[in-house]
């Protein structure tokens, strides 16, 4: 069964600033899909981005972007100019590309301040 | 217009009771999931369905019973409802015919408490 780690329970920012969150995941599959999503207090859950594992170029949105590291099981995502809307939970998700289990499995979460 | 909407959003009961959270997606998806994201904000699938038919089950108690009348609607019935039920709970919605990468949307969530 994969498994999603996000290290850090909790990080600051300044804003305008940059800050990376860490996610590892772990799998025996060789390709699948690796998101970020945001969670503000509305709790509404809000895809930031995504990444093909097929694809060594890393996935980029606007202010964010990602670390895809495929030998290291990495998946970093950099938020860069934080603004205070950034504020939210952030969750790293893992899916599978094959068969009909299409389910994403979370980390835990980072819960991302931004200070003024 | 909503993509995916779950009813109600805010539910309060007893310990004992069934209760039933609705799903209902207008995106013209064939998969729906439902999540449970507990106090600790952890979220983890319990159930997926494919046009109507139950493709995941994570290991829930059997109290927990989805319902599938179409491929527009996922509904969760719980039956004996248990303090440790109380959490918010997610209904999505993807197509794999969408994409290679496709997207699931969320619904707001459903905040249950047990009292």
């Known amino acids: 069964a994969q498994t999603v780690t996000q290290s850090q329970p909790e990080m600051s920012v300044q804003e305008a600033e940059t800050v990376t969150l860490s996610c590892t995941y772990d799998?025996?599959?060789?390709?699948?899909?690796l998101f970020w999503y945001k969670q503000p207090p509305s709790r509404q859950m809000i895809l930031v981005i995504r990444q093909e594992a097929y694809k060594q170029q890393n996935a980029t949105e606007n202010r964010f972007s990602v670390n895809f590291q495929k030998a290291a099981k990495s998946f970093s995502l950099k938020i860069s100019d934080s603004q205070l809307g950034d504020a939210a939970m952030y969750f790293c998700?893992?899916?599978?590309?094959?068969?009909?289990?299409?389910?994403?499995?979370f980390g835990k979460g980072t819960l991302l301040t931004v200070n003024p | 217009d909503t993509a995916v909407s779950q009813t109600p959003k805010y539910l309060v009961t007893q310990m004992g009771n069934d209760k039933s959270i609705k799903c209902e997606q207008n995106l013209g998806h064939d998969t729906m999931y439902w999540y449970k994201q507990d106090s600790k904000k952890f979220l983890k699938i319990m159930f997926s369905?494919?046009?109507?038919?139950?493709?995941i089950n994570e290991t829930v108690p059997n109290r927990f019973s989805p319902k599938s009348p179409d491929k527009a609607h996922l509904n969760l019935h719980i039956n004996s409802l248990e303090l440790g039920d109380s959490a918010v709970y997610f209904c999505?919605?993807?197509?794999?015919?969408?994409?290679?990468?496709?997207?699931?949307?969320f619904g707001p969530g459903t905040r249950l408490t047990v009292l």
């Open positions: 998700a893992y899916r599978s590309l094959g068969g009909s289990n299409y389910k994403l499995t």
């Open positions: 999505a919605s993807s197509s794999p015919l969408s994409g290679r990468v496709n997207e699931q949307f």
């Open positions: 799998t025996s599959e060789s390709d699948y899909y």
């Open positions: 369905y494919n046009n109507k038919e139950l493709i």
